[in-house]
């Protein structure tokens, strides 16, 4: 049987590719089925040679299912257990750059996506290259834990995966401008268009079964 984990970790060595899916769904009550759904199947059939771990997220506003499948193979296949049963599109991706620390220890209470549609795989390296020598050169909020860019395999596509302690944590850095040069920044960049973001809670991650 697969092993349930707390957050996955994001930049493992075997598991170079990533496959990100999400689904807008009606309300909570929905929301939790679907997610409920989404890892019986998983368990329920053989589990894919490729992958090492799947990792369900709830979006805090009710709204939306996100799954997070770290996969070894460098081009995976989409036709997976979690992605039926979500019948959403997925991505491919690679994470590109990490933004952590070898001595953190906290465990994340908050997902905070971001996502951008790009135009060519120059593009998408040189805009997250941009983003981080944007950054505050200090520690930034007490709250922020980590950052991981990931680059679509096909160039179309950025995500930018944040591990916070909280949603409060992350809400306290929105609400105080803190970002705001940032925002114009992704608002100015040729070639880039961003799509929005959410918070996460972690609903449920399974790995590969041992043995």
């Not at 769904?25 to 329920?44: M, N």
Request: hydrophobic share 40%; aromatic share 6%; glycine share 8%.
């Amino acid at each position: 049987m697969p092993v349930a984990l707390p957050f996955p970790v994001v930049d493992r060595p075997d598991a170079p590719t990533v496959l990100v899916a999400s689904l807008d769904v009606t309300d909570e009550r929905v929301q939790r089925t679907l997610a409920e759904q989404l890892c019986i199947d998983w368990q329920r059939e053989p589990w894919p040679a490729d992958v090492v771990s799947l990792t369900c997220f709830l979006s805090t506003d009710g709204a939306s299912v996100l799954a997070y499948i770290q996969c070894t193979s460098e081009r995976p296949s989409a036709d997976l257990p979690g992605l039926r049963t979500l019948g959403a599109e997925s991505i491919a991706y690679r994470v590109y750059r990490s933004l952590t620390t070898a001595e953190e220890t906290r465990v994340p209470g908050c997902l905070v996506t971001a996502l951008f549609t790009v135009d060519g795989p120059e593009r998408q390296r040189r805009f997250v290259d941009s983003l981080i020598a944007a950054l505050p050169e200090d520690d930034g909020h007490p709250g922020a834990i980590s950052a991981h860019f990931h680059l679509s395999l096909d160039g179309g596509w950025m995500l930018n995966y944040t591990e916070w302690t909280s949603q409060e944590a992350h809400g306290e850095v929105a609400a105080s401008g803190a970002h705001d040069d940032l925002h114009d920044l992704l608002a100015n960049t040729p070639g880039v268009l961003p799509l929005g973001g959410k918070r996460y809670h972690l609903h449920r991650s399974l790995t590969a079964p041992v043995g």
